[in-house]
Nanobody, 121 residues
Framework: VQLQASGGGPVQPGGSLSLSCACS????????MGWFRQAPAKDREFVAA????????YYVDAVKGRFAISRDDANDTVYLQMSSLEFEDTAVYYC???????????????WGQGTQVTVSS
């Protein structure tokens, strides 16, 4: 399983940005997918996850109502649509894949490289 994230960049507060993560093998292995982030001088934290099959979603409270995770199994890709971005959303964002349980436990086995999101005026 290999994951490749893209879509980061600079954005103003209140703006929107969409991240993508292409995963080779996620659909074949029926893996759920998710996003994590790591802000400067902070530990990596869970952001959102979406299950394989039913597409159940789960979000950390800090992004509920502002971020939306979705997946396109035909293209083995997971997306994170971010809106109403805040300074505190500045971080390196990582995509990940594994069972839904492991994602929610914050222990996925497969990680993509990060993509930087910078919220700045």
């Amino acid at each position: 399983v290999q994951l490749q994230a893209s879509g980061g960049g600079p954005v103003q507060p209140g703006g929107s940005l969409s991240l993508s993560c292409a995963c080779s093998g996620c659909t074949s292995w029926r893996y759920s997918m998710g996003w994590f982030r790591q802000a400067p001088a902070k530990d990596r934290e869970f952001v959102a996850a979406i299950s394989w099959g039913l597409g159940r979603t789960y979000y950390v409270d800090a992004v509920k109502g502002r971020f939306a995770i979705s997946r396109d199994d035909a293209n083995d890709t997971v997306y994170l649509q971010m809106s109403s971005l805040e300074f505190e959303d500045t971080a390196v964002y990582y995509c990940a894949a594994d069972s839904y349980t492991n994602l929610l436990r914050r222990t996925p086995r497969y990680w993509g490289q990060g993509t930087q999101v910078t919220v700045s005026s």
